[in-house]
């Protein structure tokens, strides 16, 4: 019996199915109902406004809300008076594209709205380009050749595309990067934005403009929401998701990306060694540790280790944060450093959610507050530890390296009450010249003097989505 062939009208009509706006100049249904993320504010510049001459390259973990992000540019695009049948979007996963050119399909597009001499213009959408083999290389073709045509695509496995913009890219590719949700904009896809007020402040020379809330146990008990399901738009919208997390998050992103997107992508061989380790890490999200330490207890080598962690971070499930001395100083050898998950829901997914007060709540407020860091790929803190103490956030000044700011992490109001036991931080101060540090509570705001330093206390929620929104703006 013959095998069937797929025939070029069944190509067009699929590329019809996936372009509605071509008819009514409208997007489906489904995607005009959800909320932008605010991050689209950064992203559509750089499809609408940047030179022609690049292609944008759209990544970020799984279920993150990039093709989400992509309909509401198509839709903006037309809104501004872009031609509907001049915008194409495909998705590359989809079965009856196998083994097609991206090149060939943006011909395919034209022929479908008749316009196969026109060559100007365009806005080509390539979703889940990581499906098509040597993808890197036929964009940078299709962006030498196509001088008027505006090329983005994205992808999910997030390791890959990083790797091969850098290399093939230079010139020609402007990468974007989707995180997960930061607590700023689980507010704002919540519709809680009422429970945010601002104020001004003097802060040294400077006056600066503050976020307080309404009703703080009304914001913490959505920053516990957060820390569980608050990394991804659709578990913090749903309350079936929310129902069982483990479900959802673990096999649509964890697994998606540990037994399929690195092994594939990166020849990975023992899976289930990899899986191990991720799971110790999340496990203990915000620990110190060390190569030695991982190699021991797991029983693999340093080297495999370090390979293993390069590709978690990769692929945006954890992130390292290095160790800076007692006077500021960063050590020639990382031999020790701590790995937070990129953000706090997916330790709820691998096991379970957790509450206030639960025992591990501190190292969870901890990765959240850090994950808003992690937002500003720009520059990371870093955490402070010497003999006999700790700071847990330290930024350092851009020019000379040295100690600017201080944080301590706390879900506690104890150290409002006792602010003599924050000794660690007093000792940092003293060693750093600093005269100022945030020290993070459960629900006090205020500001205390104490041994001629001035402890700015405010509730960690808070704080965690300061840091979330001043990254944005």
Same mark, same amino acid.
């Given at each position: ?19 509605? +706006? !071509?008819?009514?100049?409208?997007? $489906? ?97 390539? $979703? ?15 962006? $030498? ?6 090329? *983005?695509?994205?992808?999910? @496995?997030?390791? @890959? ?44 020379? +400077? ?10 146990? *009304? ?105 800076? $001395? ?46 808003? !860091?992690?937002?500003?790929? +720009?520059?990371?803190?870093?955490? @402070?530890? !010497? ?17 600017? !700011? @201080?944080?301590?992490?706390? +879900? ?62």
């Amino acid at each position: 019996m013959p095998l069937f062939k797929i025939t070029e009208e069944q190509i067009l009509n699929r590329i019809k199915f996936e372009n509605p +706006w !071509w008819v009514d100049s409208q997007i $489906d249904n489904f995607y005009q109902s959800m909320k932008r993320r605010l991050y689209f504010s950064k992203f559509f510049p750089l499809v609408r406004n940047s030179p022609v001459k690049r292609a944008t390259v759209l990544m970020g973990p799984r279920r993150v809300g990039k093709t989400v992000m992509i309909f509401h540019t198509i839709q903006k695009l037309i809104d501004v008076g872009i031609d509907p049948q001049k915008i194409f979007y495909l998705s590359i996963e989809t079965p009856i594209f196998t083994g097609i050119g991206i090149e060939d399909l943006f011909n395919f597009c034209r022929k479908a709205v008749g316009k196969e001499n026109d060559l100007d213009g365009y806005y080509v959408f390539f $979703d889940e380009v990581q499906y098509l083999r040597n993808w890197e290389v036929h964009l940078k073709s299709l962006v $030498d050749s196509y001088h008027q045509v505006k090329f *983005v695509v994205s992808g999910s @496995a997030a390791a @890959a595309l990083k790797l091969k913009s850098n290399e093939s890219g230079a010139g020609r590719f402007t990468d974007f990067t989707l995180p997960p949700l930061t607590f700023h904009e689980y507010i704002h896809l919540k519709d809680l934005e009422h429970l945010i007020v601002s104020r001004e402040k003097k802060w040294s020379h +400077w006056t600066v403009t503050v976020f307080d809330t309404i009703n703080i146990e *009304v914001l913490n008990n959505h920053f516990i929401d957060y820390i569980n399901f608050g990394g991804y738009p659709e578990v913090s919208l749903s309350k079936e998701v929310q129902a069982n997390p483990g479900r959802y998050i673990k096999s649509d992103i964890i697994d998606k990306v540990l037994l399929r997107d690195l092994p594939s992508l990166y020849g990975i061989q023992d899976v289930q060694e990899l899986n191990s380790l991720f799971t110790t890490i999340a496990f203990n999200s915000g620990n110190e540790f060390s190569y030695d330490k991982l190699s021991k207890s797991s029983g693999v080598s340093k080297n495999t280790i370090k390979k293993y962690i390069s590709y978690l971070e990769a692929a945006f499930l954890i992130r390292i944060v290095n160790r800076i $001395d007692l006077s500021g100083k960063k050590f020639k050898r990382a031999n020790f450093f701590k790995i937070y998950l990129t953000n706090p829901s997916l330790r709820s997914a691998l096991f379970s959610p957790i509450n206030s007060n639960a025992q591990v709540i501190g190292n969870m407020v901890e990765t959240a507050i850090y994950s808003q !860091w992690f937002h500003r790929y +720009w520059r990371t803190p870093f955490y @402070a530890r !010497w003999k006999n103490g700790e700071v847990d956030i330290v930024g350092l000044t851009a020019d000379k390296l040295k100690p600017a !700011w @201080a944080v301590e992490i706390k +879900w506690s109001n104890r150290y409002f009450e006792r602010p003599e036991e924050l000794k660690s931080l007093s000792n940092f101060l003293i060693s750093n010249n600093l005269k100022k540090a945030v020290i993070t509570t459960i629900d006090i705001t205020n500001e205390l003097q104490f041994d001629n330093y001035t402890y700015d206390y405010m509730p960690a929620s808070l704080y965690c989505y300061t840091v979330g929104r001043r990254t944005l703006e």
